[in-house]
């Protein structure tokens, strides 16, 4: 039987740790002030073992990068797609987020401080030819037939309002983003809704 000092994780499970601690290391710190002699030394290894995992500290921030992103992709399309009316699923895919950063701020951090820095061959190869700003257009597009959502409104151009609103909470909103998710979807739809819209979410418990 191993000693307890000397005990390994399996692979998998040491993998996941790395990937914490450097997520952690990124948002904290920044990208660029961070080392991995720093992320080697939280998870309690040695720096030449991080090699085991990753070569690069550029690919350990794209591998986090790209696993956010997936992530997130899946639930947007989920969310965008089921659930009721426009209001309904725009409702859901602003709390989701907000949400996500509750859950993982860490990880969200580096993911919008990061994503831009990706080479542009592997940006296209990540993000195909649909993005999170194209999942919102067509919501509120869908909206806007629904006439829940102001007509007047350029769908793509809201669309990116509403993310850089709901990618800057974590910035300057003095509640913790799960408990303020409710108060914030409204404060940010509101004002891309028609009175129709408002009254649905009026309506909706987001408590």
């Known amino acids: 039987m191993q000693h307890p ?9 040491r993998w996941q740790q790395v990937l914490d601690v450097a997520a952690e290391v990124f948002s904290e710190k920044s990208y660029d002030a961070a080392s991995l002699q720093e992320i ?7 720096k030449g073992s991080l090699f085991n995992y990753i070569q690069t500290k550029a690919a350990l921030r794209d591998h986090l990068v790209r696993e956010v992103y997936l992530k997130e992709f899946m639930l947007f399309s989920q969310w ?38 990706l080479d542009p061959a592997a940006r296209k190869q990540l993000f195909g030819n649909r993005t999170f700003p194209d999942l919102f257009a067509e919501v509120i597009a869908q909206g806007q037939a629904e006439g829940v959502i102001r007509p007047e409104l350029d769908a ?3 669309s990116r309002a509403i993310l850089i609103l709901v990618r800057s909470v974590h910035q300057w909103s003095l509640a913790p983003p799960r408990e303020a998710a409710g ?22 418990d987001l408590t």
């Not at 080697?40 to 040695?46: E, S």
């Not at 409702?91 to 993911?111: I, T």
């Not at 409204?186 to 408002?198: D, E, F, K, N, Y």
């Open 40 to 46: 080697a030394d939280r998870v309690g290894i040695k």
């Open 80 to 117: 965008a797609r089921d659930g009721g009316g426009a209001i309904e699923r725009l409702a859901a895919m602003v709390r989701g987020h907000l949400e996500d950063f509750a859950e993982d701020g860490p990880r969200m951090a580096v993911y919008l401080n990061e994503v831009r820095r």
């Open 5 to 13: 000092t000397t005990f390994r994780k399996p692979r998998a499970e």
């Open 183 to 204: 108060q914030l979807v409204q404060t940010i739809l509101r004002g891309h809704s028609t009175p129709q819209g408002v009254g649905i979410l009026a309506a909706m």
């Open 156 to 158: 793509e151009l809201a």
